[in-house]
């Protein structure tokens, strides 16, 4: 374990629902943060230098500021250990790149932690997908909101750190878009620059390759549903907060509409359908729909303990069949995505400038 924050102690605790798998030593840049951290889970205390070839450890997970993911992943390859990377994977797409090159030169396991594609409601959206029960997709939307106050101090709004709305919340709904509805052939953004220069508010939208259109959005000062939605031309999939840990969804399915009609017949009923009365009694109904069962089908998933552990399976799984990478997470994709974050933090920073 290097780095001993509030996502390593996450971690930790989330292998103790995945048999055979456990932490046995944990680092920090503070001497005292790791050993506190190693005498509350009852691991060996280490430093940066040594962790990486521990002995008894079969992997390395980087947890540290995403300033240091890459000198902590290019340690942990150097000595052939398969290495999983919180996210941000890196600062920028060049440090992405750094990262997934020295892995595939040297043959070594690496991965970004976007533990969400592992959890099994994740599967279950991707076999929807393909059985073709959304229909052809459309359209795709994410939030990831969070009303915290502004620190300079800490790493979310800390540009030397890797802070800011996009890296740290949008990545998220920008990786899941990507994983969905396949590589990005357009985007655009626009952001909003808080006192410490980081992106503190950004929205993203992506056009598809295949056609559909996805919009992010993220934020580090106000609060927000943290969803994400998926519309196909046969149906609709709700996924039920929090985007970064889902376990249920609900799949709308509707037929399409025939186009509208003119003619008497079709005034009156107008005038009927506008009226005071009918329009009335429509939200009458909405009130009363808030009491009941919400519409679609209800897919429950749950995960494992605390989610954690399905990305230390699969990174287990790959390693024991002698795998460089995994095909949900593949490394050619994870750097595509840095880009794509990239251009975005771009554009937001030329918008800001313009203005």
Known sequence: MLGTGGVSRKFVLGL????????VAAASRSPESAARFARDFGLEATDYASAAAWADADAVYVATRPSEHEAHALAAIAVGKPVLVEKPFALDVAAAARIADAAQSAGVFAMEAMWTRFLPLLGEIRRRIAAGELGALRAFEANFFGNDLPDPAASLFDPARGGGALMHRGIYGLSLARHLLGPVAELQAMGRTGATGEDEDCALTLRHEGGAISTIRAGLRAPGINAMRIYGEAAALLVEPP???????????MA???GGTSGAGARRFESLKEGGLAQGLNQRLARLK???????????????????GHEAEAVAQAVRAGQGERALMPLSERVEIMELADRALQLMRDGEAAR
Request: without cysteine; charged residues 15%; positive net charge.
């Open 243 to 253: 985007i970064y840990r889902p376990s249920a969804a609900r799949l709308i399915s």
């Open 290 to 308: 808030a009491f009941a069962k919400p519409p679609g089908q209800g897919i429950p998933a749950p995960f494992a303990g605390n989610g954690y």
């Open 16 to 23: 103790r629902a995945v048999p055979g798998h456990s932490a």
């Open 256 to 258: 399409p509409r025939k």
